[in-house]
């Protein structure tokens, strides 16, 4: 199976900052890549497919790149409903996850 | 509007078996591939199995390949989860999840777009 690495596991931000959580794929994925966004006791939900396309609802301030192996997940301006884990997904062969990035208030 | 219900967790003894369902409701059923995620208590997400929308494919993570089996039902519109022979580390709730996007190949994989509540499955003597 492809293995997916997120860094860092924790990151400890303040509002307004900008702020990157960067994913690895173990093998080539082209854009397979989505990132889901998860609240304590609520289920994930789906912020970017195809490595860079935003989700309906979304807020502009998330933005995805990257290809192949290397992917990234940025949040221009953190805002107070932005802290919460997120997680990489692979869809290229099956749908395994990354362990997941916690962003908490520094 | 798009429902995902999961039914059927509890608690089990190891090695035992148990059979999850996921009754869904408020899109074309027969269009989408569905999955089952799980989440260990303060822990990350494992993608667990899938299926494409005919039903004709499935795929399992290595983890529960060979004890698990997903099957759905058109006239239900419900996919289940077989599991057998659980162990402690099968201890999670399961999601279960909607592909975003419809795929036209066995050999097409989508991000999920709906989950449903989940339903806790504890494997303990």
């Known amino acids: 199976d492809i293995e997916m690495t997120q860094s860092p596991s924790t990151l400890s931000a303040s509002i307004g900052d900008r702020v990157t959580i960067t994913c690895r794929a173990s093998?080539?994925?082209?854009?397979?890549l989505a990132w889901y966004q998860q609240k304590r006791g609520k289920v994930p939900k789906l912020l970017i497919s195809?490595?860079?396309s935003l989700q309906s609802g979304v807020p502009s301030r998330f933005s995805g790149s990257g290809s192949g192996t290397e992917f990234t997940l940025s949040i221009s301006s953190l805002q107070p409903d932005d802290f919460a884990t997120y997680y990489c997904?692979?869809?290229?062969?099956?749908?395994?996850f990354g362990q997941g990035t916690k962003v908490e208030i520094k | 509007e798009v429902q995902l219900l999961e039914s059927g967790g509890g608690l089990v003894q190891p090695g035992g078996s148990l059979r999850l369902s996921c009754a869904a409701s408020?899109?074309?059923?027969?269009?989408?591939?569905m999955s089952w995620v799980r989440q260990p208590q303060g822990k990350g997400l494992e993608w667990v199995s899938g299926?494409?929308?005919?039903?004709?494919?499935?795929f399992y993570a290595d983890s529960v390949r060979g004890r698990f089996t997903i099957s759905r039902d058109a006239s239900k519109s419900t996919v289940d989860l077989q599991m057998n022979n659980l162990s402690a580390e099968d201890t999670a709730v399961y999601y279960c999840a909607k592909w975003g996007e419809q795929c036209h190949s066995s050999t097409c994989y989508k991000p999920f777009d709906y989950w449903g509540q989940g339903t806790l499955v504890t494997v303990s003597s």
């Open positions: 408020g899109f074309r059923f027969g269009a989408y591939g």
């Open positions: 195809g490595s860079s």
């Open positions: 997904q692979q869809y290229h062969t099956f749908q395994t």
């Open positions: 093998q080539t994925i082209s854009i397979w």
């Open positions: 299926i494409t929308y005919g039903g004709d494919t499935t």
